[in-house]
Nanobody
Framework: QVQLVESGGGLVHPGGSLRLSCAAS????????MSWYRRAPGKERELVAD????????DYAESVKGRFTISRDNAKNTVYLQMNNLKPEDTAVYYC????????WGQGTQVTVSS
C-alpha cells in the first residue's frame, strides 16, 4: 500500500522557520522524483519545489527561491522542505508528490504564518 505522510506543519510567526517531512512507503522511493506543492485558501495548487531521484536536480518556484530548500534521504524514504523566513503568503496546505510512471500524493499538512 502506497503511503505519503507529511508532517511538520504548524503555526509560525513571520520570519520563522519550519521543516516539513514526507515519509514514503509502498513503492521504490529512490526511483521517483519528489515534489512539494501547496494550496492556499482560494487559490490553485502550485508547485513549490521538486527534486530528482538522486538529488542531482532541484527546482523552486520563484516565490520561494532563497528561502526554501528541498532535500531527500533515500535511505530513509523521506523528502524534506526546509522553509526559512516564512511570510504570511506562505500560508497553505503543503502536499508532497511522488512521480514516475505513476503519481502519488500525500494528505497534506497545514502551514500557517501569522503574527
Amino acid at each position: 500500500q502506497v503511503q505519503l505522510v507529511e508532517s511538520g506543519g504548524g503555526l509560525v510567526h513571520p520570519g520563522g522557520s519550519l521543516r516539513l517531512s514526507c515519509a514514503a512507503s509502498g513503492f521504490t522511493f529512490s526511483d521517483y522524483a519528489m515534489s512539494w506543492y501547496r494550496r492556499a485558501p482560494g487559490k490553485e495548487r502550485e508547485l513549490v519545489a521538486d527534486i530528482s531521484p538522486a538529488s542531482r536536480g532541484v527546482d523552486y518556484a520563484e516565490s520561494v527561491k532563497g528561502r526554501f530548500t528541498i532535500s531527500r534521504d533515500n535511505a530513509k524514504n523521506t523528502v524534506y522542505l526546509q522553509m526559512n523566513n516564512l511570510k504570511p503568503e506562505d500560508t497553505a496546505v503543503y502536499y508532497c508528490k511522488a512521480a514516475r510512471l505513476q503519481v502519488y500524493w500525500g494528505q497534506g499538512t497545514q502551514v500557517t504564518v501569522s503574527s
